[in-house]
């Protein structure tokens, strides 16, 4: 049984995942900041008699990640780097305090998980790291300043690990979603967009020319493919699961 490491993995994109690796039995551990979703989701899936582990830990504070790392076992075979929040505004709307915010979960978090990682996938024998990025790394977005600066940062976070752990037999990738439908986009447009929510969910759901937006389980069915041994010939790659939003995009 393969022991699988997800943070973030408690709601949206990242529950979608735990939900997968859970099913496909794997020994799942899931971190979280939201101690309540993350309690009643381990509470869900171990009435279905799988083996899950729920792990409440601030992935910006190092020292926590050091200790919540050192109780999981001595080799792991997979971590998943989903946990991440996003940003909205351009360069002179971006305060300082929302640049280190958004600079502490997306980028320093994917770098104290790795690094607390690689010790367990190397006492294993090998493994596999998967960076949850965007679209947003690798072309402009409107309004996405820091947000769009921390998943440059995990594309070449990425890449680093690919390259100096090869020889380990330790892969690392990336996914790169477009626009996906999780509670976040639903409470975005609550807050925002209060009585056109319907109509703004559809006009940002039009933006890829596909015409709709991702689904979680999409997500996960890709993170999966790339975690197993199906994947065992890539790594230091990132790809796009966007909908055409980057290939077909005029």
Known sequence: ??????????????LAI????????HEVYFLDYNKENGEKTAKALESQN???SFIHVDISDFEQV?????????????????????????????QEADFD?????????????SQAAIPKLKANGGGCILNMCSVAATMGLADRFAYSMTKGAVLSMTL??????????IRCNCISPGRVHTPFVDGFLAKNYPGQEKEMFDKLA???????????EEIAALVYYLASDDASFITGSNFPIDGGFQGLKA
């Open 1 to 14: 049984m393969k022991k699988t490491v997800i943070t973030g993995g408690a709601s949206g994109i990242g």
């Open 18 to 25: 735990t939900e997968k690796f859970a099913l496909e039995g």
């Open 50 to 52: 799988l083996k899950v």
């Open 66 to 94: 050091k200790k919540t790392f050192a109780t999981l076992p001595d080799t792991i075979d997979i971590l998943i780097n989903n946990a991440g929040i996003s940003h909205i505004g351009n360069l002179e709307s971006t």
């Open 101 to 113: 915010a958004v600079y502490q979960v997306n980028v320093k978090g994917v770098f104290s998980c």
């Open 160 to 169: 680093s690990i690919a390259k100096d752990y090869v020889h380990e037999n």
């Open 206 to 216: 039009a933006t890829q020319p596909i015409g709709r937006m991702g689904k979680p």
